[in-house]
T-cell receptor, first 114, second 117 residues
Framework: DSGVTQTPKHLITATGQRVTLRCSPR?????VYWYQQSLDQGLQFLIQ???????AKGNILERFSAQQFPDLHSELNLSSLELGDSALYFCASSSSGAGANVLTFGAGSRLTVL | AQKITQTQPGMFVQEKEAVTLDCTYD???????LFWYKQPSSGEMIFLIYQGSYDQQNATEGRYSLNFQKARKSANLVISASQLGDSAMYFCAMREAFGTSYGKLTFGQGTILTVHP
């Protein structure tokens, strides 16, 4: 157990729907990252939050949004889902936003869009 | 341009042998960090080893060592005495200390390692 908790582990939904993925970072970690892993795109950085504030943004679609709450958990909202959104979504956390701080990954949420 | 390049889609090694997984990177930042992660078939991402750009010595963690050649911008992972449990996907990643990519890790495409008995 890495200490980073992601729910749900698996999610099957239909095109056009909206889903929310949840992440609880490791105790004491202030920074949360979201990554998308798909066969064709590999591991793509989506967005990073540090202590509730957005720190960096990657290739995140406008249909996707995220936030980090005061208790430091984070949610990734995916809307108007398309088949191509099917992927493994990882949340990772670290104690700060930079330096040698290692990103600790959760087990991932596997999203299947039918 | 690709920031992290792993040129070996797949590698095979005999159990108990050593194997090197290649990684080259591209950055103009003077301060950066290089990471290796392992992803077994179960899907989780497991941190293996870290090398800072200013570190004078190559990083080692048990059977893992990082062959860091700064001038060549390479950060190869060496796994000694391979075990069957080492069969997995291996990712090289970089964190740049400055600029818009501050904080995040950029990953390579990965190398699938298969250890044969």
């Amino acid at each position: 157990d890495s200490g980073v908790t992601q729910t749900p582990k698996h999610l099957i939904t239909a095109t056009g729907q909206r889903v929310t993925l949840r992440c609880s970072p490791r105790s004491g970690d202030l920074s949360v990252y979201w990554y998308q892993q798909s066969l064709d795109q590999g591991l793509q950085f989506l967005i990073q939050y540090y202590n509730g504030e957005e720190r960096a943004k990657g290739n995140i679609l406008e249909r996707f949004s995220a936030q980090q709450f005061p208790d430091l958990h984070s949610e990734l909202n995916l809307s108007s889902l398309e088949l191509g959104d099917s992927a493994l979504y990882f949340c990772a956390s670290s104690s700060s936003g930079a330096g040698a701080n290692v990103l600790t990954f959760g087990a991932g949420s596997r999203l299947t869009v039918l | 341009a690709q920031k992290i390049t792993q040129t070996q889609p797949g590698m095979f090694v005999q159990e108990k042998e050593a194997v090197t997984l290649d990684c080259t990177y591209d950055t103009s930042d003077p301060s950066y960090g290089l990471f290796w992660y392992k992803q077994p078939s179960s899907g989780e991402m497991i941190f293996l080893i870290y090398q800072g750009s200013y570190d004078q010595q190559n990083a080692t963690e048990g059977r893992y060592s990082l062959n860091f050649q700064k001038a060549r911008k390479s950060a190869n992972l060496v796994i000694s005495a391979s075990q069957l449990g080492d069969s997995a996907m291996y990712f090289c990643a970089m964190r740049e200390a400055f600029g818009t990519s501050y904080g995040k890790l950029t990953f390579g495409q990965g190398t699938i390692l298969t250890v044969h008995p």
